[in-house]
């Protein structure tokens, strides 16, 4: 990537405390249904011991003690979930007024430095 590329070239700070009250908005209803997440085993290795790494935005982090993987526990179920992703304010928000605002900048800036160093290495 371009090293004169700056976060706020893609995150606007003008548009991300807009963004951050959104996500938190998305948190907190995704909380009101904890009555639908379901407990689960290590995703990666199906184990079933665990310990407590942290909790973030009221939600348990497991760590599996077997390969070490983190994860959430209990997390939301399937349902929840494509309920989740397809009424997110936070994700709206970014399709509708933060990629576009960005765009032109994530086109210079990180896809035309990528493009090119393919480029010259097929070339």
């Excluded at 938190?24 to 379901?38: G, H, I, M, S």
């Excluded at 526990?73 to 349902?79: G, L």
């Amino acid at each position: 990537m371009s090293s004169d590329l700056r976060e706020a070239d893609i995150r606007p700070d003008e548009l991300m405390a807009e963004q951050a009250r959104r996500f938190q908005a998305d948190v907190d209803w995704l909380n009101t249904q904890r009555d639908r997440f379901v407990d689960v085993d290590c995703p990666a290795c199906d184990g079933w011991r665990r310990e407590h790494a942290w909790r973030k935005y009221d939600m348990d982090w497991m760590r599996c003690t077997d390969c070490m993987t983190t994860y959430l526990a209990p997390r939301p179920a399937p349902d929840l979930m494509a309920e989740y992703d397809s009424a997110s304010q936070n994700y709206e928000y970014w399709n509708r007024v933060i990629f576009p605002a960005s765009e032109e900048a994530r086109r210079a800036k990180i896809f035309r430095p990528r493009a090119e160093r393919l480029a010259e290495n097929i070339g």
